[in-house]
């Protein structure tokens, strides 16, 4: 069975850091795509940051430049580093697998709340 575990959620104040990180079990892990989605209460689901097979990255526009996307092959976990976070970051974040085939697996979640 596929499981993706997120941790490194948490409260932090405006400007500050946080690195998520997604386990996943139960898989290849080299033959997925992996991605971060975010949710806010009242708002669609929306992507955040991609990363392939081959490590090609992309990153929503409110992402980019402040948010790097990652993955270690070795420890089947990817990371979003998250910089100069803002309010508008405040979402829940889910952790997505793609497998080359086809087919989408996801997280529970883990809550980033942006507060001062």
């Known amino acids: 069975q596929v499981q993706l575990e997120e941790s490194g959620g948490g409260l932090v104040q405006p400007g500050g850091s946080l690195r998520l990180s997604c386990v996943a079990s139960g898989i290849i892990f080299n033959l997925y795509h992996m991605a971060w989605y975010r949710q806010a209460p009242g708002k669609q689901r929306e992507l955040v940051a991609i990363?392939?097979?081959?490590?090609?990255?992309d990153y929503s526009n409110s992402a980019r430049g402040r948010f790097t996307i990652d993955r270690d092959n070795a420890k089947n976990t990817m990371y979003l580093q998250m910089n100069s976070l803002n309010a508008g970051d405040t979402a829940t974040y889910y952790c997505?697998?793609?497998?080359?085939?086809?087919?989408?697996?996801w997280g529970q979640g883990i809550q980033v709340t942006v507060s001062s």
């Open positions: 997505l697998a793609r497998k080359w085939t086809g087919g989408d697996s």
């Open positions: 990363i392939g097979r081959g490590g090609d990255r």
